[in-house]
């Protein structure tokens, strides 16, 4: 059943706290106003800290299909939009021949209809369902090359698609669409003044808490305000790539499943392989550098 | 064109010359331009300088920042009934008049050009393109090209930052993961061969695609401390080249801090860019931290910009102040995530050059290509090695590698 649109930002996230999402504010009025101005929403931010999952939720939430284009350098129309079924048609032609009825005019059109056609996500993603339109996630634009950027930008705009065989098909109600960005290059600014721009932030103690409790609700309080704290810490340490929200779950899920109750020296270093990713920042944290955040983390959590 | 009137006649001279003070401050005006320049002034009548100037301005300006450079010349040409006098004893090399203390507030290009005439010696007396090596004979811009950039004139500085503005690196091509079609192609197009079936009476023919090339993203990190200062000036005329030539240039600079100048540099005019860029940098000619640079860049841009294959070119001499202190491994990370990692180095220059200092000698074993860049020659065969070998293939002369070891 299609459920309705969030009619304020306090709805739009117990929309997503429904989901066990745990956003804040900036990005509830984000959505909010990406959903009701009908505008695509162009996420940010470092890896791993929840872009792609609004997507998800968002499609969960209202009920709606989740078309995902994830995007890799020279992601091309084939496979991003619509294919012919190449061997279909040859099938019909060689039919078509075999019965002895050349009409070459006739038979091009047939074979060149949207029965033969293979729908990619952005051609799915516009013909829509009947509960509703869809929700669109673009996933990685960063990774694909501009020609493809340039592309999307009829899309986006116009929501509408041009097959050359077929003519312009156009969405009859708009999807939700939501970019996602890592940032390894900057997406051109064409693309984004068509969006409504939202940068991902790290969440704070506070928030991140939440998070790990409303994903992992078995989880020891005494441990999940211990790793909570840590993460914050190591996120203020200099290192190549700061743990995400996703290393944290993934972490306090690891020592759930070591059944731990709290944090100690040992098995954060031997667990440290869920957070940080790259050898030097192993190496850099792994010993006497986490004791010591260990100790600082346990002062703080005695001092509340 | 009737013969005009005597006062027509001098506009049309006056115009002429405009346009060649135009031309040899870099704006693409040809003789069509000032054929129709005049006809244009003759349609609007000569009334209000405001007119004169639009209408010169339709003629003369296509590109947005050519508007300042216009701007200027048009002022100085035309408000300054004094000028022309100016100009024409320029052109005569016989009369020099001083003129430099007026021009001081000029765009540099600008007054390059109106004292070209005097300086090349040379009168243009048709409408040929004044190009910088019109004054220099063929033999003089061989010299020129071994010359070593730290012992160049500034006269020979003006002609060489000229010839690099011209420089192109050809670097090769990756294959893409789309398709074009082509003739001898790899694969079948079957979209293609499908709709020529249907237009062939008989036969399929079949249509091929091939993968399509293009360039890969080139990021260039320059050393501007004072042991490079000579070098860096011309090093940014050359990524300013870069920058102008092809897209997805990056270019950082670096003494003890690392900036980004690759917006500034984005600027076609050299002269506003570099001007740009110098207000950006904070750190000309000081020490060298190239440890911490590059450690800043491996954090905050490598992952930006190092995406898609990208060549990546350290323009420094490799004397560091930290003594090549945490530099091996900044090094190590830089060359993981460069497709090719390319060494140009003036000091190289030298004979009899020894990877002695401690931070040449942690940053040798990293790099594929260890190249020399002192002089016009050098820039350009960094050219023929860009455009010949696509890949990861180290370049180093062996000696290097084993006094290191």
Partial sequence: ?304 | MQAPSDNQGRIAENIMYFARLLRSAGLPVGPGKVLDAISAVRLVGIGAQEDLYWTLFSQFVNRKDQRELFNQAFHIFWRNPHIMERMMGAMLPTIKVEQEQELEEMSRRLTEAMSSGSFSGKAETDSSKVEFDASFTFSEKEVLQEKDFEKMSAEEIAVAKQAISHLRLPIADLPTRRFKRAEKGVQIDMRATLRAALRSPDIVPLKLKTPKRRRPPLVMLCDISGSMSQYSRMFLHFMHAMTNDRYRVHCFVFGTRLTNISRYLKHRDVDVALDKAALGVKDWSGGTRIGACLKEFNNFWSRRVLTQGAITLIISDGLDRDEGDGLKKEMERLTKSSRRLIWLNPLLRFESFEPKAKGIRAMLPYVDDFKAAHNLKSLVELADVLGSQPSKQADIPTHFIEQVA
């Fill in chain 1, 1 to 304: 059943m299609p459920l309705v649109l969030p009619n304020n930002i306090d709805d739009t996230l117990a929309l997503l706290s429904q989901e066990d999402y745990v956003a804040d504010r900036s990005l509830a009025t984000t959505l909010f106003l990406a959903l009701k101005m009908g505008r695509p929403l162009f996420l940010e931010g470092e890896a791993g800290v929840g872009k792609t999952e609004i997507a998800k939720v968002l499609s969960a939430a209202l009920g709606r299909r989740l078309v995902r284009l994830q995007c890799y350098e020279g992601l091309d129309i084939a496979s991003a939009v619509y294919e012919w079924n190449y061997s279909r048609q040859m099938i019909e032609i060689r039919l078509t021949e075999a019965a002895g009825a050349v009409d070459k005019q006739g038979l091009s059109s047939d074979v060149f209809s949207s029965d033969f056609l293979i729908e990619r996500p952005l051609l799915q993603a516009l013909r829509g369902e009947e509960d509703g339109p869809s929700v669109l996630l673009i996933d990685e634009l960063d990774r694909t090359d501009e020609p493809f950027e340039a592309y999307l930008l009829e899309i986006l705009s116009d929501f509408q698609i041009t097959i050359p065989e077929i003519g312009t098909i156009k969405a009859k109600q708009p999807p939700i669409v939501i970019i996602t960005s890592n940032r390894t290059r900057e997406i051109h600014d064409a693309l984004k003044r068509r969006c409504l721009y939202h940068w991902v932030d790290y969440p704070n103690a506070e928030r991140e808490l939440q998070i790990v409790n409303a994903k992992l609700p078995g989880i020891d309080s005494k441990l999940s305000q211990q790793l909570v704290a840590f993460v914050q810490r190591l996120r203020d340490q200099d290192l190549f790539k700061s743990p995400g929200v996703a290393e944290t779950l993934d972490w306090a899920d690891a020592l759930t499943q070591l059944d731990k109750v709290a944090l100690d020296s040992d098995t954060i270093d031997n667990t440290l392989g869920a957070l940080l990713k790259y050898q030097d920042d192993i190496s850099r944290i792994r010993g006497s550098e986490a004791a010591q955040l260990l100790e600082q983390v346990k002062l703080e959590l005695a001092n509340v």
